[in-house]
């Protein structure tokens, strides 16, 4: 069984930096490509951030320049840096994670459970 647990979040003023975790646990062979997704209130879950398994990134236009993701595969872990914190990124932040739980390298996505975010003076 594979878990993915994410923490970090919390309430930051505009401007202000958070930085995101996501330790993935459990029956782990390999892990593929993860990301960072986002839900705000009303909204549809949208894609943050990715880093493959071997570092090469990309971004949402929002975040480009203010957001870094970063991993390391020693620990199974993603992270997610954020900088110049804008209210409009208010959000509950989810990890997402391309495992494979075997050596018959059959992966699958596994979800975490969420963390919010909140931008507010």
């Known amino acids: 069984q594979v878990r993915l647990v994410e923490s970090g979040g919390g309430l930051v003023q505009p401007g202000g930096s958070l930085r995101l975790s996501c330790a993935a646990s459990?029956?782990?062979?390999?892990?593929?490509?993860m990301n960072w997704y986002r839900q705000a209130p009303g909204k549809e879950r949208e894609l943050v951030a990715v880093?493959?398994?071997?570092?090469?990134?990309d971004y949402a236009d929002s975040v480009k320049g203010r957001f870094t993701i970063s991993r390391d595969n020693a620990k199974n872990t993603v992270y997610l840096q954020m900088n110049s914190l804008k209210p409009e990124d208010t959000a509950v932040y989810y990890c997402n994670a391309e495992i494979a739980p075997y050596s018959d390298y059959r992966s699958y996505y596994y979800w975490g459970q969420g963390t919010q975010v909140t931008v507010s003076s």
């Open positions: 459990g029956t782990i062979f390999s892990v593929g490509t």
């Open positions: 880093i493959d398994s071997s570092s090469g990134t």
